[in-house]
């Protein structure tokens, strides 16, 4: 099977710029949840989707944000970029169920100038 | 709240070496989820092994074994006889699994695993 993908994995930006990010998770996962990782703040929990929905949020502000299509694609937004936003987004994937093993894909690395 | 402690930053040692990374961790529920993870240069986090809370038996896989002690919250990774392709930073997570968290996992700060040839 194939990995979760994450698309693109790298990224350069502008101050006040949006960025999209993308995740293909692994065929027959139903969730994915997205992290961030800077070198102050390590790896933090942004978000997760299932079923199309929002099951969980981290404490982000509301420039961060996601959808997951039908098919669990899930792609993520972030609007009015700072330059702290400048991190490793990892995307992982799991089955469905809360207790389930996530699988992360390759992460995108964001740079805002 | 849940909380993940790894107190060494970065452990450097010699190839064959046998090494312990630690990992502690809080939580008030009862049933909860242990994680190790991988993270090579590329970036990518690699699961290694995952232990929920009503199983503390130990378990090896190769040059790799964990050690489960609920009495001391703690849930420590042993490499043993090192080799330079384990150099990575390697992170312990936790998971509560409750329906206000979902799947969210709380991690480490990570512990950078140097090993030389």
């Known amino acids: 099977k194939a990995g979760v993908t994450q698309t693109p994995r790298y990224l350069i930006k502008t101050r006040g710029q949006q960025v999209t990010l993308s995740c293909s998770p692994i065929?027959?996962?139903?969730?994915v949840s997205w992290y961030q990782q800077t070198p102050g703040q390590g790896l933090q929990f942004l978000f997760e989707y299932f079923s199309e929905t929002q099951r969980n949020k981290g404490n982000f502000p509301g420039r961060f944000s996601g959808r997951q299509f039908s098919n669990s694609r899930s792609e993520m937004n972030v609007s009015t970029l700072e330059l702290g936003d400048s991190a490793l987004y990892l995307c992982?994937?799991?089955?469905?169920?809360?207790?389930?093993?996530?699988?992360f894909g390759p992460g995108t690395r964001l740079t805002v100038l | 709240a849940q909380k993940v402690t790894q107190a060494q930053t970065e452990i450097s040692v010699v190839e064959k070496e046998d090494v312990t990374l630690d990992c502690v961790y809080e939580t008030r529920d009862t049933t909860y989820y242990l994680f190790w993870y991988k993270q090579p240069p590329s970036g990518e986090l690699v699961f290694l092994i995952r232990r929920n809370s009503f199983d503390e038996q130990n378990e090896i896989s190769g040059r790799y074994s964990w050690n489960f002690q609920k009495s001391t919250s703690s849930f420590n990774f042993t490499i043993t006889a090192s080799q330079v392709v384990d150099s990575a930073v390697y992170f312990c997570a936790l998971s509560e699994a409750r329906e206000t968290s979902g799947s969210r996992l709380t991690f480490g700060e990570g512990t950078q695993l140097t090993v030389n040839p």
């Open positions: 992982a994937s799991s089955l469905g169920q809360r207790t389930d093993t996530q699988y």
């Open positions: 065929s027959g996962h139903r969730s």
